[in-house]
């Protein structure tokens, strides 16, 4: 049985099989009708028909993150194929291991715009880590293989294997898989850090004054070994540590040496530190323009070691100073046993003064609000979620936009992979589907999207998927009637003018979900917010929850694009402040 | 503290010679390019031919510049492309030869005429097509060589210029 002729379609099934891939969504078409058949005859993948490809992308991306595995998408040629494509470029900025495989015309049409024909492997080639084009069904189980191995590997990331119809079609001997590890000819990436740029860096942490642990999805994607001793170290030394948007989770949120998050809408606290501090830990985060803010004021009097997979990631917006290629769990564990090993005395006088500077930002409490007993603050309803989740089995997805910011800062997680969110591409309508994805993942968990009115319509028709499966996904949406992101920086750079940011005719979700045969619950006023989370969490299906908020709340604190770390809005007291500065220079800023 | 922090990088933008092995497979060439217009990297020139026909490798030479942290980007992303197997800088990892190939047209009659074939001559290019009014002249060397020489043939008649871009290989025993 090592050997058996199969056809191209069954082969696909079968490496899919053997790669321990559970789960496929996807949307059929006529390109890829052969695959359909093939699983219409089996029963050991499972298909989550989707309603649009779209959406696939999505799901799989947040099966993927929730659960460490591959996510696969199976979407057909042309439409099927484009349609994809916002996903997938989700999925490389954001390192989720995805396979998407698509149908493509038979090989004879390529090239002859025949009907439903389009360039995919061309027009996807910059949004991808790699991508196949498949053009003999012989090739077919390599390629399918290799395919599975890049997305995973390294740093991960979407690959597509475009699949013209003949190859589906086509049979060819099937080999089972060796048990051997086979090396790929030329994708080899490095796991292992350097010894002696380890022994540097722990170095440079034990002399350190005012050190800083910044880390971020590279931890995460590193798997939960990575968080653990991630965990295990910077109690070790005692240091303070600040998480990036995709990083959430990767340290407890409730620990005392985190700081919080950093960046754009990072805590004041993250942010003064990553300004002063002498010592800088990056661990599997990218120095992002939304975290850096103005480079040339970025952390000016620091040492700098980065901690990355990707050769590419180093230096490329900040010059460091200790760079170390590998795996984040592999260098931690080297790094803990070096520092083990050294029993660093540190400078105790040193390291007191650091904490008490930051007790004295700490004490700013810039996640403070205004509270109001008539209209419900954004803010309010997700402390208010965040306080009758935190003893459940509880995975948070977000759209884009005010509502993400807003769950980044006041929801708090204490372990990977709970925290889904687009913070590469920053992709509306990401949330919803992603939430599918988890919830599939985890049948018994409660799975809620945090979206804005705006996000959440840009993938509303996958509702239909959530019922069909019998997915009880929560969506809670915090509707100001504005893409209100958008609004914020109208406000503070544009004058004022709200141009097309105000989104008109909303549907009534409650009825919308109705129509949908889900729950449907709506909140007015603050004294209602408890009451629907509670229903909420008790809905055995599909629920929308409309919490109405305040309109004209904004996202604080906020660093304005172009400042430097020490320059935050901390308010709306702050406002007039960004408004006066607000010149043409700040509104080419993205 | 062990070691200083690091000096900001400079500035100057300096030309490198950058040999890729590739498989040579369907698109390697779209992604290698690709790379370059959706980074915003410069390509001064590039060519590219297979060189291992037993395993199918080809083999990329791209004259590029940049600032430091540039060149360095361009070659950790380029390393990053999956059917990428080897990549050398010749411009820093020790002397290399370059060469480059032109086939440059040139019309005339009299004195122009002789006179090109005198420069040519001078620059050790070839005639490798002669008609009574036009030459096709062969010439290899540095690109310097070949702007000088297309420099003089510009009065003489130039009619087109067909370039191969630079090829590059490093001196001495060992391979890339």
């Known amino acids: ?20 891939v559970d789960t496929v969504f996807g949307y059929p078409g006529g390109a890829v009708l052969p ?222 040496q985190c700081l919080g998050m950093v960046g754009m809408h990072g805590t004041y606290e993250s942010n003064l530190a990553m300004h002063d501090c002498d010592v800088m830990v990056n661990i599997g985060a990218r120095f992002d ?93 997700l402390q208010r979620l965040y306080e009758q989740t935190r003893e459940r089995d509880c995975y948070i997805t977000t759209e884009v936009g005010q509502h993400q910011m807003w769950a980044a800062q006041y929801l708090k997680f204490d372990e990977p992979n709970r925290w889904m969110t687009s913070g590469g591409l920053g992709t509306m309508g990401y949330g919803f589907p992603a939430a599918i994805g988890v919830q599939v993942a985890h049948p018994e968990s409660t799975v809620i999207d945090v979206a804005g009115e705006a996000s959440f319509q840009m993938n509303i028709q996958e509702m239909s998927t959530a019922m069909q499966y019998r997915l009880p996904v929560k969506v809670f949406i915090l509707n100001n009637q504005y893409m209100g992101m958008v609004r914020q920086w109208q406000e503070l750079l544009y004058g004022g003018r709200y141009s097309e940011s105000y989104t008109a005719s909303l549907p009534d979700f409650v009825k919308l979900a109705d129509a949908y045969g889900a729950l449907g619950l709506r909140a007015t006023k603050p004294s209602e917010v408890d009451g629907v989370i509670e229903q909420m969490l008790d ?46 220079e700040g509104m080419v800023l993205v | 503290m062990a070691f200083e922090t690091r000096p900001p990088g400079t500035e100057i933008i300096e030309r490198h010679v950058i040999s890729v092995l590739v498989d040579n497979d369907v698109g390697v060439l779209a992604r290698v390019i690709g790379l370059f217009s959706g980074r915003g990297y410069n390509i001064t020139s590039l060519t590219v031919a297979e060189v291992d026909p037993g395993q199918a490798m080809s083999r990329i030479t791209v004259v590029t510049s940049g600032t430091e942290m540039i060149i360095e980007q361009i070659k950790a992303q380029l390393d990053r492309v999956v059917p990428v197997h080897n990549i050398a800088d010749l411009t820093v990892e020790g002397p290399a030869v370059e060469r480059e190939l032109a086939l440059i047209k040139v019309r005339g009659t009299g004195n122009k005429r002789v006179e090109a074939l005198r420069i040519a001559d001078i620059f050790r290019a070839r005639a490798i097509d002669s008609t009574i009014n036009s030459f096709v002249f062969e010439i290899s060397g540095a690109t310097d060589k070949l702007d000088a020489f297309i420099n003089l043939m510009r009065p003489l008649g130039l009619v087109e210029i067909s370039r191969t871009g630079v090829v590059a290989i490093a001196r001495g025993a060992k391979g890339i």
């Open chain 1, 1 to 20: 049985m090592a050997k058996r002729k199969l056809s191209g379609s069954d082969i696909i099934i079968q490496c899919l099989v053997d790669a321990g």
């Open chain 1, 35 to 256: 695959i359909y058949d093939a699983i219409f005859n089996q029963n050991r993948l499972r298909h989550v028909l989707v309603r649009q490809e779209g959406g696939a992308v999505h799901m799989a991306e947040g099966y993927a993150r929730s659960t460490g595995k591959l996510g696969v998408v199976l979407v057909t040629s042309g439409p099927g194929a484009t349609n994809a494509v916002t996903g997938l470029a989700d999925a490389l900025m954001d390192s989720i291991p995805v396979l998407c495989l698509t149908g493509q015309v038979p090989t004879h049409l390529i090239g002859n715009d025949a009907f439903q024909e389009a360039d995919t492997t061309g027009i996807t080639r910059p949004c991808t880590k790699h991508n196949y084009l498949v053009k003999d069904v012989n090739d077919l189980t390599r390629q399918l293989r290799e395919a599975m191995y890049v997305a995973k590997s390294g740093r991960p990331g979407p690959v597509v294997v475009d699949l013209p119809k003949d190859v589906l079609v086509n049979e060819a001997l099937y080999e089972a898989p060796s048990p051997r590890k086979v090396a790929h000819k030329t994708y080899r990436p490095r796991i292992k850090g350097d010894q002696r740029q380890i022994r540097q860096a722990v170095e440079a942490i034990a002399g350190a004054k005012r050190p800083l642990f910044y880390c971020g999805g590279g931890v995460v994607n590193s798997g939960p070994r990575a968080s653990r001793l991630l965990t295990e170290f910077v109690r070790m030394t005692g240091d303070p540590i600040t998480l990036t948007l995709m990083g959430l989770g990767a340290y407890p949120a409730t620990d005392k």
């Open chain 1, 289 to 381: 323009d939304r975290v850096t803010g103005l480079l040339s004021e970025f952390s000016p009097g620091s040492i700098k070691i980065h901690v990355d997979i990707d050769p590419s990631s180093i230096n490329k917006n900040i010059a460091v100073d200790i760079p170390i290629i590998g795996d984040c769990a592999s260098v931690l564990a080297d790094m803990i046993k070096v520092w083990k090993e050294m029993k660093p005395r540190r400078d105790r006088k040193a390291q007191a003064a650091w904490w008490a500077e930051i007790a004295r930002w700490r004490k700013r409490d810039c996640l403070k609000y205004g509270h109001s007993d008539t209209l419900i603050k954004p803010q309010y309803a």
């Open chain 1, 539 to 584: 809905s055995d299906r599909l629920t929308i929850v409309d919490v109405l908020v305040d309109q004209t709340e904004n996202c604080f604190p906020m660093i304005p694009s172009g400042a430097p770390h020490n320059e935050m809005l901390m308010g709306p007291e702050d406002e007039a402040q960004a408004q006066a500065q607000g010149n043409e």
